[in-house]
């Protein structure tokens, strides 16, 4: 017998989504923050390595791949903590719905908040340190690849700190090992294309490692999630 | 009539009756290790001949290699009682995987020293961001990322289940790190010594490399012992067993 007050699943994800993305719109300053950021450590290092533009050229498509995880990793942190602290994480988990579905459209929400604007402004920080602008769209596709893969990998993280008062540190410690396979494969390819030599290979291998993710770190959130409040 | 194996590892798994066990083997495991360290020690820097091309700096491989070998081990073992704990909620697991971690992260620490300073001489740098050291490392920021998570929770049994799924996570880099010298085309040298076939190391090197390893072995086995037994104590401290330890120390 089916019930027929009851939302079905599309509706459920949709109305997650919506109500992630409101709560990020409703707080726009939080969402400029990592794109400050990123804009201020790429600014650096015209000022740490000396403005010349051959050095420059040579570290760009790395410096701007480093700046936007690090990014990433500041806005990370808030993933889940305003559900945790309202309760409304609980009422999650103890919702009809699969509890890895919600969570994907949680991290869905978090990927739009954060990593679009960032890859929106990523030419702005590659024309900052002169990368070449032929390898601009490589960057770009490399970015849309490894920031859903970072989220993915960082909601895993942040569900298993989800239990602790002070987070911070402990998730670059935790996240940092886990993403040393997509900055290589993404430099990879960015240092290929600079080269003018075929970079689909790294590109395909991000795709695959993406694929992977989006199956598995759902699931692997929710466990994470439902061992680290248990209690 | 066979399955008094399953019955005794259930029993094992009760924290008084592991108590007593492990304290009963830790000084055998402790004289093991000892004695086997001081031959290996011996064979490895007296009696095994120089090297024809490395001289005699290729000694500290006697230390390098077994600590290497435990680093991965012990992240396997580390990994299995994770999962054990995780499944079936076994507490004895928990302290296993948690205690497990300090021991694993210094014997990584070690083989990443001693490695650096093999390199300083034969490579003639300390480091080089070569495919099998920079798994080593990922492997010790893993070990350091599971210890952290363990100690902030305030909560030892949540917080040993947290950090277990994240070593769980992290079993990906253990093959990594074992196959990183065949996979790629690194500096670090490949594998010599095989289970399977005839190893392409002299055997005047090979038996001091392998009590080594027999010694690391029992030197974890006694480590890990002790700090099982002092983590269960603190775990179980209204229980009346260790009441009835704690009365017999006073007594004493």
Known sequence: MTDTRRPGLGHACMAVLRRDLTLAWRQRGDMVLPVLYALIVTSLFPFALGPEEALLRRIAAGAVLVTVLLAMLLALDAMFRSDIEDGSLEQLMLAPQPLALMLGMKILAHWLATAVPLIVIAPLLAGMLHLPPPVIPVLLLALLLATPLLSLLGGVLVALTAGTRR?????????LPLCVPVVIFAAGALAAAQEGLPWIAPIAWLGAALVLAVVLAPLA????????LDS | MANWIPLWLHKLSSPPVFYRFAGT?????????????IVAMYGGLVLAPPDYQQGNDYRIIF?????????LFIYAVMGIAAFIALVWRIKLAEVVAMASAPIGAAFTFITLVTGSLWGARMWGTWWTWDARLTSELVLLFLYLGVIALYHSFEDRRQGARTAGF???IGVVNVPIVHFSVNWWNTLHQGSTIRLLGPSTIASSMLWPLLTMMAATKFYYFASLFGRVRADLLALESGKDWVRQIAENEVRR
Request: glycine letters at 4%; aromatic letters at 4%.
């Open chain 1, 221 to 228: 959130c929710a466990a994470a999630l439902r061992i680290a």
């Open chain 1, 167 to 175: 987070s911070g540190m402990l998730l670059a410690l935790m996240l």
């Open chain 2, 25 to 37: 083997l830790r000084p055998w495991a402790i004289a093991l290790a000892l004695v086997l360290g």
């Open chain 2, 166 to 168: 994240l070593a769980l």
């Open chain 2, 63 to 71: 230390i390098h290699v077994p600590s290497a070998w435990m680093s």
